[in-house]
């Protein structure tokens, strides 16, 4: 417990700040994940030890040791009277996020926090655009991972991030996320301290594709086009023919 003393004219005010504590967890997807209570838990009468993913309750234990489990986490977790501790099995996407513990009674006391971690995505390596100058071939990427992205431009030796300087063969870098050369390929790497994954892809190839930026402007072009022909088609000309022994009328649609 940490006080702080302000003074403010003849007003004195007292801040109290409690300290949590906190940890990362970094885990694979499909194993099982133990959480542990730091300090001893001793509860008083009348107070609830509760475990909880952010909003939800997972878990609750009395003073008297008796425990309900939420409905939705039945065989799903364990829980552990003796140190309070909890299991979680067969980890997945959705269960990334805190895990809190926390003492009930009188007061509410928030005894640690578990920030869940799982193992990366693959990464996304897409061409932005690309371009030839006296043989030499140099292009613009974006690499995407898990909530972020970068995008560097690279020839067949370096990197360098876009609005970033160069790094020799690799860019500076955005958390977890990094585009560097290597053997003629440009690789776009996400990690994490649990799992690293990549996307590679050969410069020589990217060179001789039609960047993502080219192909939507050709796209949006034709869009444009097509709309300018179906008005025109829509400006008809009502004609009258006449014909020896009876009268009909045409409708024609002039395009062009």
Do not use: M
């Not at 990334?96 to 990366?120: C, F, M, N, R, W």
């Not at 050969?202 to 796209?219: A, H, M, W």
């Amino acid at each position: 417990l940490l006080i702080k003393h302000l003074e403010k004219g003849s007003v004195l005010y007292f801040l109290c700040v409690y300290f949590t504590d906190f940890s990362s967890v970094f885990v694979l997807k499909g194993q099982d994940v133990r959480l542990d209570v730091q300090e001893n838990v001793q509860l008083k009468e009348l107070e609830v030890f509760k475990w909880s993913f952010g909003s939800a309750n997972i878990v609750r234990c009395t003073d008297t040791l008796s425990v309900k489990v939420s409905p939705e986490y039945k065989n799903r977790v364990e829980f552990y009277k003796g140190n309070f501790s909890l299991v979680l099995k067969n980890i997945q996407e959705g269960d990334s996020g805190p895990y809190t513990a926390v003492v009930s009674g009188d007061k509410e006391k928030t005894i640690i926090v578990h920030q869940l971690v799982l193992q990366v995505e693959p990464p996304v390596l897409t061409l932005d655009s690309n371009s030839t100058i006296n043989g030499n071939c140099n292009v613009t990427v974006t690499c995407r991972g898990q909530n972020t992205s970068v995008t560097s431009s690279c020839n067949s030796s370096t990197c360098s991030q876009v609005g970033g300087g160069s790094r020799g063969a690799e860019t500076s870098t955005v958390p977890l996320l990094s585009v560097y050369v290597a053997g003629g390929s440009i690789i776009c790497n996400h990690s994490n301290q649990v799992s690293w994954a990549n996307n590679t892809k050969k410069i020589v190839e990217l060179c001789s594709l039609k960047s993502d930026l080219s192909f939507k402007c050709v796209l949006d072009f034709c869009s444009w086009y097509s709309h300018f022909i179906i008005l025109r088609c829509n400006d008809f000309t009502l004609f009258r023919h006449t014909r020896s022994n009876s009268e009909d009328l045409t409708f024609k649609c002039l395009c062009g």
